[in-house]
């Protein structure tokens, strides 16, 4: 996986998580990644 992809995705992920609302977040994410097979 790229750096650039993960520094992005931890920039948004810190600034839309919640409690209720990370875990999804996560995975629909990780899962999106994954399809694009980067």
Do not use: C, D
Request: glycine fraction near 6%; charged fraction near 15%; avoid cysteine.
């Amino acid at each position: 996986m790229k750096i650039e992809v993960l520094l992005l995705l931890t920039r948004n992920f810190n600034l839309s998580w919640s409690p209720s609302t990370g875990t999804y977040w996560l995975v629909s994410h990780y899962q999106e990644i994954l399809r694009r097979g980067a």
